[in-house]
């Protein structure tokens, strides 16, 4: 790492107490999330009852709110790794977030079809099926462009403020679909209907409560993880980016026909 990046770095005042709530927040959720299916929704299965649907809520909330949140925020703190690393692990953060992602899907899909329900028909699962399939373009995407070495620094450099604005879009569409399906989710259950002995979500029931504080929490990490990628006095320096190295390319070429004008034209040359 160069030296101009080492002063800029001691310059950012990364606020580390602000990432480390965000970090302890993510953590609040997952709990959170576990504890509602685990103590009101009865549990964990994977037979196609209502037990497998509730794996659905755990791993979409862990792997695209969770996960990517984390995972967006690693160019932000200033990490005394390489920038070959910190890529490497945001996408092996994005990765494991996939995976979560699909099998949430499997859950919802197989609960599904065992019990004749319809797949597609609400708002939440149209948003929820265009947020993995935007979230899955975005890494196969990052995966080819900023990993693969013999990508073209121009291209990289094009595609990198499309890159940055689509991770945040994504990741605020997966605040949207969790807060939507844990609304209907309660919707869905708390009705008092069908020889259901559960207070309906009118009377807000301790269900009620602890899942709309559920949903609080979701958006409060959410504000905490846009905030923190919102400022730009706390981006991390980024000398050896992309685009610097376009630019350092091209301004030592231009250094060199100022000092060597000759040469002009000939740099790349080869000998016949």
Not at 190 to 205: F, I, K, V
Not at 218 to 245: C, H, M, Y
């Amino acid at each position: 790492m160069s030296i101009e990046c080492l002063e800029q770095k001691s310059k950012m005042r990364f606020p580390v107490s602000l990432y480390v709530l965000s970090v302890l927040l993510g953590f609040l959720c997952v709990m959170l999330v576990c504890l509602w299916s685990g103590t009101w929704r009865g549990g964990f299965a994977w037979d196609g009852s209502f037990l497998q649907f509730n794996w659905h809520p755990v791993l979409m909330v862990t792997s695209l709110v969770v996960l990517y949140g984390n995972a967006i925020l690693l160019y932000r703190v200033p990490l005394t790794w390489s920038r070959w690393w910190s890529k490497l692990a945001h996408a092996g953060l994005l990765f494991v977030a996939g995976v979560l992602s699909v099998l949430g899907l499997c859950a919802a899909f197989d609960f599904h079809s065992a019990n004749n329900i319809p797949h597609l028909y609400s708002l939440h699962s149209w948003t929820g099926i265009s947020t993995v399939a935007l979230f899955t373009l975005q890494w196969f995407l990052g995966l080819c462009a900023f990993l693969l070495p013999w990508t073209p620094l121009a291209f990289r450099a094009r595609l990198k403020p499309l890159h940055i604005w689509m991770g945040m879009a994504i990741f605020t569409l997966s605040l949207i679909t969790s807060l939507s399906g844990i609304n209907e989710k309660l919707l869905l259950t708390l009705n008092g209907r069908n020889g259901s002995n559960t207070e309906p979500y009118t009377a807000l029931p301790a269900e009620a409560l602890f899942a709309n504080s559920l949903g609080i929490l979701v958006v409060i990490f959410g504000l905490a993880v846009l905030s923190i990628l919102s400022n730009q006095k706390w981006k991390n320096p980024e000398f050896e980016n992309e685009t610097d190295r376009v630019s350092m390319m091209t301004y030592a070429l231009k250094l060199h026909y100022v000092t060597f004008p000759s040469t002009r034209g000939r740099l790349f040359k080869t000998k016949a």
